[in-house]
């Protein structure tokens, strides 16, 4: 294995408090209740040792992060460890005050999740009124507050064909990025899949617009763009390759290469209320167990592009074969590629399906 870096950045999951149902969520189907998230002292602790460990970026997330009462606590001392702090939220708990005060403690950037450009549609699948305008209403406070906006536009049958207008929509709030994100497949998105997964018309519809938008608003807007995996011929450099750049810290401690690696059943990660963070980077057992490409099976480990895509997801390897050690099936060279392609257009076509949500019996207190 090549020398080990330091990571990147970090996704801080402060907790799974969140008020919106969203039908896709990636979060565990067993959430963790607030009882158990890490106290404001073990999260500077960890952001001490972020900072130490050479990391640049901490993104605080959730659920819904804003919830969290230390918040600004958290973000004024990870800007004074100096970390770019960026705020990943739903934007509906968020008043003006506590975004004003989170810019004084030294936030620097908001991300903001949409559902839809059309109202009646975005607050279907969020499980929740009002939702979409709330999120336009917060816009305008990061703007006055002069903080660096990206929208997040999750894409989906439902809302494809207006991604014209949710494009325009991100222009609107004010948005310097926006990040068009199909559907991953992962925690509620399972369940809801045969009434989630676009057609392939769609999709083409879809790639000669966000094309054309990119090059128009060159300079306006940047627009980032993840094909659905469904549909792909080759896999994605998930997170930048398994534990090479990126960490998820979970909120009652774990410490994942991503926010879906519970998933697979084998492996045991460590946890920073009983190790450091620097320690479980370098010398984790579960986050070295995909790291790099000395694990990869044929046709991976002879590939031309297994430093590019690092053998893909290993978490969809493991919903879509049974086994997180297979290569990706989105790619071609796959035994189960035909399958997932095959998968793929018949969810496309299934009808009068109804939405699963998250049950609140199920979620952690809200506030």
Known sequence: MSELSAPFAILAELTHRCPLRCVYCSNPLELVRRSNELDTGTWRRVLDEAAELGILQVHFSGGEPTVRKDLEELVAHATGRGLYTNLITSGILSDGEQLIRLADAGLAHVQISIQDSDDETGDWIAGYAGAQQKKRDLAVTVADANLALTINAVMHRHNIDRIESVIDMALEMGAQRVEIANVQYYGWGIPNRPNLMPTLDQLESMNAIVLRRQEELKG?????YVVPDYYARRPKACMNGWARRFLNITPSGYVLPCH??????????????????ADIWANSTALNRFRGTDWMPEPCSSCEYRERDWGGCRCQALALTGSAENTDPVCELSPFHDQVRALAESESQTREVALTYRSFSKTPETT
């Open 220 to 224: 306006v807007l940047v627009i980032d």
């Open 260 to 277: 879906a690696a519970e998933t697979i059943p084998d492996l045991v990660f460590d946890n920073v209320r009983d190790k450091g963070l």
